[in-house]
């Protein structure tokens, strides 16, 4: 409306509801001088109370709540500065302190208006659902808010400027003034409704993603005390053999099993391992099964990358060679030899076993090669991957595993 005025009126009663924003101009900074005049100390406290709301703000407010203070500031300071720049450069043709001081208690109404919409959303707990009737709300809530918002105008103007409330909701001149605030007050609603349905959504996909990966630990725990047993059980299976054929290294066999024992127990605690340690683990156990087989067993390990920095599963790498003894050395009458190759592909890690014997896909259903398939399924999806063939004579298991 201020628009179709071109001409300050001279004050003193004016009624016309188009002159309205200079008439309570006029008042106003006789009104901020007064209260300056009365006390001279008032700057110097307005001063240092600024001051301590900026230190209260920074220290105290959560970071999400002084963003949204900051961007109600933003926002409503931009509406002064659009509207006192229109005034200026195309009605007026000349700066008014008086005017912009009017459009700055308009944007305090605003915000005072905003932040209590706001608030009466968080009270009543409205759920944020993307949907055709969350912005038919938006739309209505909107006028609503116009409506209130030129209604706070109109009393403010009583209040300053003298003018009769009844005067100024002529019907023309009240939906006019309700289309001028829409434009301000619809960029509110619509930046706000679309932050909270982006973070409903956003809290939404992080929950899911909390309640897989609770879903994938506890599927590993199961799946690492399967393998426990599994492991203990061959391992005395191996000691009762060598107790028959020789006590005094049966003794040092028991050793070596507490060792692993030990580190079997340890792991149950995570995820991943340094891989030398995994390596230094399965020696050990392939040193024991070494003691059972004597010289029907020979192995060898070969590091063709540097493996400080790489993890892999727990005990994954040691389920390989406990299969590879027992369905491989163990069903061989002259015993054979197990190689462990360990390379890298940039960020991949290549971990080949192979041992003598031969591998019957039909009749595998040995509880050691589903724990590690199922462990890489809920550690890397579709990354990792383990596969098992037939070449050159011999048995090759290839373990794929992404960097992590």
Same mark, same amino acid.
């Given at each position: ?277 995994? +390596? /230094? $683990?399965? =020696? ?5 099964? *070494? %003691?059972?087989? #004597? ?24 389920? +390989? /060679? $406990?299969? =590879? ?5 163990? *069903? %061989?009458?002259? #015993? ?69």
């Amino acid at each position: 409306m201020l628009l179709r005025h071109n001409k300050l009126c001279t004050g003193n009663g004016c009624s016309n509801r188009l002159c309205r924003p200079p008439c309570v101009a006029y008042a106003l900074p006789w009104l901020v001088l007064s209260s300056f005049s009365q006390k001279p100390n008032l700057m110097v406290r307005s001063l240092a109370l600024e001051h301590d709301l900026r230190t209260f703000i920074s220290s105290n407010l959560k970071p999400t709540l002084k963003t949204y203070w900051l961007c109600q500031l933003a926002g409503w300071i931009g509406f002064v500065l659009i509207e006192v720049s229109n005034y200026t450069f195309f009605i007026a043709g000349k700066f008014s302190a008086s005017l912009a001081l009017v459009f700055s208690m308009h944007a305090a109404a605003g915000l005072l208006l905003t932040h209590g919409y706001r608030w009466y959303l968080r009270r009543t707990r409205y759920q944020w659902k993307a949907s055709s009737r969350i912005w038919i709300k938006a739309i209505i809530d909107t006028l609503v808010l116009s409506c209130l918002q030129t209604l706070l105008a109109d009393l403010m103007y009583t209040i300053v400027g003298g003018i009769n409330f009844l005067k100024q909701l002529e019907l023309i001149d009240f939906v006019g003034s309700v289309y001028n605030w829409m434009r301000y007050i619809g960029v509110w609603v619509i930046i706000y409704y679309m932050y909270q349905l982006l973070k409903t959504s956003s809290e939404a996909e992080k929950a899911l993603l909390k309640a897989e990966s609770k879903s994938r630990t506890a599927e590993l725990e199961l799946l690492k005390a399967q393998l426990n047993p599994h492991f203990l059980f061959n391992a005395l299976n191996s000691i009762k053999a060598l107790v028959s054929i020789d006590p005094e290294k049966s003794r040092t066999a028991i050793v070596q099993l507490s060792e692993i024992l030990r580190f079997t127990l340890q792991y149950s605690r995570d995820q991943l391992i340094p891989l030398e340690q995994e +390596l /230094a $683990e399965t =020696a050990k156990y392939l040193a024991l099964e *070494q %003691l059972r087989y #004597g010289s029907r067993l020979t192995t060898h390990i070969d590091k063709r990358t540097d493996v400080a920095h790489w993890m892999v599963p727990p005990a994954m790498l040691l389920t +390989l /060679a $406990e299969n =590879a003894v027992k369905h491989g050395i163990g *069903q %061989l009458e002259n #015993g054979g030899h197990i190689d462990i190759i360990v390379a890298d592909d940039g960020p991949w890690l290549y971990i080949t076993m192979r041992n003598s014997g031969q591998y019957h896909p039909q009749g595998s259903s040995g509880l050691g090669l589903k724990q590690i398939r199922a462990r890489l399924e809920a550690l890397y999806q579709d990354r990792g991957s383990l596969h098992i063939q037939n070449h050159a004579g011999a048995v090759e298991a290839l373990l794929k595993i992404p960097q992590s």
